[in-house]
């Protein structure tokens, strides 16, 4: 009798022992699918919120001096909006009301990509003369679609070195473009900036 309580009860445990192993592995093989399903979801919503995201707000600008005149010239592009936005402010350092006189604009903005002109656009087109009164100042803001650099980088083969593709890529590549303002005055005053692009 005791042999056989014995047997039994041994086999009773191993019995036992075999469905706890079997129901642990059930668990951690359950625990590893739950694990990569929350991957997945995370992997997406890190897809989706950096696929939305547009290029980063950039800003440059340069100064001008010109007899009485303080010239910025400055370049912006904001996150949400792919166009380029380029100012020329003007702000008059003399001490009493003076004209200031430009030949029917106030200049030019030209791109270039190592000297070759990209796009190109009139700053305050129409204007003969400028009044300024003390520390007043006037602002021309023109803008410049990025997709005309896009299609010029697209046009240009080889242009960028991309890397090896990964499945979340968080630096964009860039391409560096001069921006040349060429004020239509008689001294024909001029003044580069060298920005990124960053292509979409």
């Known amino acids: 009798m005791t042999n056989n309580g014995s047997f039994s009860e041994k086999t009773l445990r191993r019995i036992r022992s075999n469905?706890?192993?079997?129901?642990?592995?059930?668990?951690?093989r359950l625990s590893k699918i739950f694990l990569a399903i929350d991957a997945v979801v995370i992997l997406i919503l890190?897809?989706?919120?950096?696929?939305?995201?547009?290029?980063?707000?950039?800003?440059?600008?340069?100064?001008?001096n010109y007899k009485e005149l303080l010239i910025r010239f400055s370049i912006s592009r904001e996150r949400t909006d792919k166009d380029y936005l380029f100012s020329v402010s003007m702000k008059s350092n003399g001490t009493s009301e003076k004209k200031f006189i430009f030949n029917n604009s106030i200049g030019k903005v030209t791109l270039y990509y190592k000297k070759e002109p990209v796009a190109e656009k009139i700053i305050g087109p129409g204007i003969s003369g400028l009044n300024l009164l003390p520390g007043e100042t006037k602002t021309f803001v023109e803008n410049i679609d990025s997709r005309l650099l896009d299609n010029f980088i697209s046009e240009k083969k080889g242009l960028i070195k991309y890397k090896k593709r990964s499945l979340i890529e968080f630096d964009k590549p860039k391409v560096q473009f001069d921006a040349e303002i060429l004020l239509n005055i008689d001294e024909k005053l001029s003044?580069?900036?060298?920005?990124?692009?960053e292509v979409n």
């Open 46 to 64: 890190l897809l989706f919120f950096y696929n939305r995201k547009g290029p980063e707000h950039s800003y440059y600008s340069t100064k001008i």
């Open 19 to 28: 469905q706890k192993s079997e129901s642990s592995k059930k668990k951690r």
């Open 191 to 197: 003044s580069t900036i060298i920005f990124e692009h």
